[in-house]
């Protein structure tokens, strides 16, 4: 009889890729069935208790108006003038990154809140208070509650740039301010914001303007041509805004166009 001989490593490894292929094709056959029929999602919203769907809805709505809260904050209240207005102040003092982005919008934002502060005690007393107590529904909170916003933006808009959406719009012409769209004095509101952010920056460009134009002239004077003037009127800029505390004058300046 003849000896049985060992079974060596060749022979096992060219029994791997078949035992791999069997279980490649029993996997196959057993979710056959499932990839026939094609995926499912199922998605319960409580139909059989109207209450749990009204819970899901305004927890959908909820988060919508999470995700827009950012823009919302930004072009309805006086952040986008603030910011463009510093925005222009550290160009025409040519620090580069002097004051850093962070510290800009972290003053921006808290002049937001210094100006806003009235108009949010408003929606807080009259809108937010009632409806937390279960007083008043979510229609008549957003009816009170936007109100105040509404007129504060009212307060700054021009009566041009409100004409130009009610046309664009196609709206009748309102015989009062009340019956204009929030659609309509939103876009308005936000057009006159950069327009006085930009007309306030011209004015702060003009002096250290002129401060270039002067250190440019005595450089080429002198024959210095090949010395930036940007340097060498830096310190000048930096001077003349410390002496004229320009950050008291221009934040105040700022603040005092709201009121």
Known sequence: MEARRPMGTADRLWRLPILLGAVCLLTAIWIAPAWAAGPSVSLDLGSDAPKQTAVVIQILLLLTILSLAPA?????????????????????????????????LS???????FIMAPVGQTVYSQALQPLLAEQIS??????KGIEPVRGFMLRQVREKDLELFVSLGKLPKPERVEQIPTHVVIPAFILSELRVAFQIGFLIYIPFLIVDMVVASVLMSM??????????????KLILFVLADGWYLVVGSMVRSFQ
């Open 223 to 236: 024959g210095m041509m090949l010395l930036p003037p940007v340097v060498i009127s830096l310190p000048f």
């Open 107 to 113: 003053l921006a934002l808290f002049l937001t809140l």
């Open 138 to 143: 979510y229609e008549d909170a957003w009816t």
């Open 72 to 104: 919302l904050f930004i072009m309805v209240t006086s952040f986008t003038r603030i910011v463009i207005v510093l925005s222009f102040l550290r160009q025409a003092l040519g620090t580069q990154a002097v004051p850093p982005n962070q510290v800009l």
